[in-house]
């Protein structure tokens, strides 16, 4: 009787998971919310061991997360790095260069492959990624792209953090179909420049210590130079840099205390435990290091291209990691988690793996009006090439040793020492947009604003004057 009863036990054993295997197969994925923050640096966050109190409601909220302290973003700008955040591509591969380029139609981003149950929204704040500008709308079920504040006296074409956060929640509470998973991406342009929290903002912080501004300066003996502030980002009696560093710390508690409420909302109406959550940037940007003062684009600098990357969520062991990350990694994580099938061919990884590639590299680019800046980062060693927009043609190498020269102050040239950079000048001669510049725009480029395609109208160029795209 024993011995009968025991394989009986083990077949109804049997039959049990496997009905809960497959009942875990029917439910649905857990939500996803992916947020990202305009010009973002990570040492600006509690998360990352910033001294000043700038993200307290993230810093709480995300205290179990992952956070990974060697993130980059595959772009130097918004118009080129957000595409391949939300499609794993490096900027070649999905070859959006320019602002105001639509994104290729058989270019493929997180919503288009995730499982038809989910339902898709986006609220975003900078003119680039409308619509209008880059053809995402069409991507997700909901796309919310109404920018047209101004801010101070001078008309800036954004939208701030509270009535973006306030047209996000008003969707979540009325429109969001709680019986399907959700996939909720949210863009805030604070603290993108000009630095001019609202003034509804009372300012927290006031940097004007000799020893605060050195802190920031490349060059130790270099004094501050309103010069090297580009004109847009200039406001009416600052004239220096640690105001600025205030005022840009400000927009980011701002953002901080409006991304309190998004979340909250969520919270309110699922599960937030078994959500995936994902907070990034587009890209960093400059304090007072280097030749260009509160600004990006135009480098693979260290503060230019290196950006926060934080996950928290089912499956994802907190705590700090030290291996190298990119925004491409983002799309692959997102489909894993939610059950799609993952292209064969994007290069990024699940950052929910524990597991680390010790020889990984990871590649970043940046565009001026005639050259072109890569870059690749393989452990601490850091290879740069400048080339000639249009062309290709390497007009210079730069090779850094992060370990020996972190804030990038001595550019060598490369060398048999270094070794050759693995795989950037394969890519670079791969590239079908050489130097950086699609074909069908090289005779349609605006003169007066070399990074803007021609389909730009003059509303839309005032607009991205007035957030430094146009000189």
């Given at each position: 009787?024993?011995?009968?009863?025991?394989?009986?036990?083990?077949?109804?054993?049997?039959?049990?998971?496997?009905?809960?295997?497959?009942?875990?197969?029917?439910?649905?994925?857990?939500?996803?919310?992916?947020?990202?923050?305009?010009?973002?640096?990570?040492?600006?966050?509690?998360?990352?061991?910033?001294?000043?109190?700038?993200?307290?409601?993230?810093?709480?909220?995300?205290?179990?997360?992952?956070?990974?302290?060697?993130?980059?973003?595959?772009?130097?700008?918004?118009?080129?790095?957000?595409?391949?955040?939300?499609?794993?591509?490096?900027?070649?591969?999905?070859?959006?260069?320019?602002?105001?380029?639509?994104?290729?139609?058989?270019?493929?981003?997180?919503?288009?492959?995730?499982?038809?149950?989910?339902q898709t929204a986006a609220f975003v704040s900078n003119m680039v990624l409308t619509n209008e500008a880059m053809g995402l709308g069409e991507r997700f079920d909901h796309y919310d792209d109404f920018v047209d504040e101004r801010e101070s006296e001078r008309v800036?074409?954004?939208?701030?953090?509270?009535?973006?956060?306030?047209?996000?929640?008003?969707?979540?509470?009325?429109?969001?179909?709680?019986?399907?998973?959700?996939?909720?991406?949210?863009?805030?342009?604070?603290?993108?420049?000009?630095?001019?929290?609202?003034?509804?903002?009372?300012?927290?912080?006031?940097?004007?210590?000799?020893?605060?501004?050195?802190?920031?300066?490349?060059?130790?003996?270099?004094?501050?130079?309103?010069?090297?502030?580009a004109a847009y980002m200039r406001l009416p009696g600052v004239t220096d840099g640690p105001a600025y560093v205030d005022r840009y710390d400000d927009e980011i508690a701002f953002a901080d205390h409006h991304l309190e409420r998004l979340l909250r909302a969520y919270?309110?109406?699922?599960?937030?435990?078994?959500?995936?959550?994902?907070?990034?940037?587009?890209?960093?940007?400059?304090?007072?290091?280097?030749?260009?003062?509160?600004?990006?684009?135009?480098?693979?600098?260290?503060?230019?291209?290196?950006?926060?990357?934080?996950?928290?969520?089912?499956?994802?062991?907190?705590?700090?990691?030290?291996?190298?990350?990119?925004?491409?990694?983002?799309?692959?994580?997102?489909?894993?988690?939610?059950?799609?099938?993952?292209?064969?061919?994007?290069?990024?990884?699940?950052?929910?793996?524990?597991?680390?590639?010790?020889?990984?590299?990871?590649?970043?680019?940046?565009?001026?009006?005639?050259?072109?800046?890569?870059?690749?980062?393989?452990?601490?060693?850091?290879?740069?090439?400048?080339?000639?927009?249009?062309?290709?043609?390497?007009?210079?190498?730069?090779?850094?040793?992060?370990?020996?020269?972190?804030?990038?102050?001595?550019?060598?040239?490369?060398?048999?020492?270094?070794?050759?950079?693995?795989?950037?000048?394969?890519?670079?001669?791969?590239?079908?947009?050489?130097?950086?510049?699609?074909?069908?725009?090289?005779?349609?480029?605006?003169?007066?604003?070399?990074?803007?395609?021609?389909?730009?109208?003059?509303?839309?160029?005032?607009?991205?004057?007035?957030?430094?795209?146009?000189?």
């Amino acid at each position: 009787m024993g011995s009968s009863a025991r394989p009986r036990a083990w077949l109804l054993a049997t039959a049990i998971a496997l009905l809960l295997a497959l009942d875990s197969c029917r439910r649905d994925p857990g939500d996803v919310l992916l947020i990202t923050v305009d010009a973002l640096r990570p040492d600006h966050l509690g998360l990352y061991g910033y001294h000043r109190p700038t993200s307290r409601n993230l810093d709480r909220r995300l205290a179990d997360a992952a956070v990974f302290l060697r993130a980059y973003s595959a772009a130097a700008q918004t118009a080129t790095g957000v595409p391949s955040l939300l499609s794993g591509r490096l900027p070649q591969e999905h070859g959006v260069r320019i602002i105001w380029q639509l994104l290729p139609e058989d270019t493929a981003l997180i919503p288009d492959l995730l499982p038809p149950r989910y339902q898709t929204a986006a609220f975003v704040s900078n003119m680039v990624l409308t619509n209008e500008a880059m053809g995402l709308g069409e991507r997700f079920d909901h796309y919310d792209d109404f920018v047209d504040e101004r801010e101070s006296e001078r008309v800036v074409f954004e939208r701030n953090a509270r009535r973006t956060i306030d047209a996000a929640v008003r969707w979540l509470e009325e429109e969001w179909d709680r019986s399907r998973p959700l996939f909720l991406w949210v863009h805030l342009i604070d603290p993108h420049g000009p630095y001019a929290p609202p003034a509804e903002w009372s300012p927290l912080f006031h940097l004007r210590s000799q020893e605060a501004l050195q802190q920031w300066l490349s060059e130790p003996d270099s004094p501050p130079e309103l010069a090297r502030v580009a004109a847009y980002m200039r406001l009416p009696g600052v004239t220096d840099g640690p105001a600025y560093v205030d005022r840009y710390d400000d927009e980011i508690a701002f953002a901080d205390h409006h991304l309190e409420r998004l979340l909250r909302a969520y919270s309110d109406l699922a599960d937030q435990d078994k959500a995936l959550i994902v907070l990034s940037a587009d890209h960093g940007e400059s304090m007072m290091e280097h030749d260009r003062w509160f600004s990006h684009g135009h480098h693979v600098y260290e503060e230019i291209v290196r950006v926060p990357l934080v996950v928290r969520g089912p499956g994802v062991r907190p705590g700090a990691r030290d291996h190298l990350v990119s925004t491409i990694d983002i799309a692959p994580t997102i489909f894993r988690f939610a059950g799609a099938t993952v292209p064969e061919d994007l290069r990024g990884i699940d950052l929910r793996d524990r597991r680390s590639a010790a020889d990984r590299s990871v590649f970043f680019e940046a565009s001026t009006a005639r050259s072109q800046w890569r870059g690749e980062l393989r452990g601490h060693r850091k290879w740069i090439v400048r080339l000639a927009k249009g062309s290709g043609k390497i007009e210079e190498t730069w090779f850094f040793d992060l370990a020996q020269d972190p804030r990038e102050l001595y550019p060598r040239p490369w060398s048999a020492a270094a070794g050759p950079p693995p795989l950037l000048l394969d890519l670079c001669s791969a590239d079908p947009a050489p130097g950086g510049l699609p074909e069908q725009y090289r005779a349609g480029m605006r003169l007066s604003a070399p990074k803007i395609a021609d389909r730009a109208d003059a509303r839309a160029l005032e607009a991205l004057r007035s957030l430094g795209y146009v000189d």
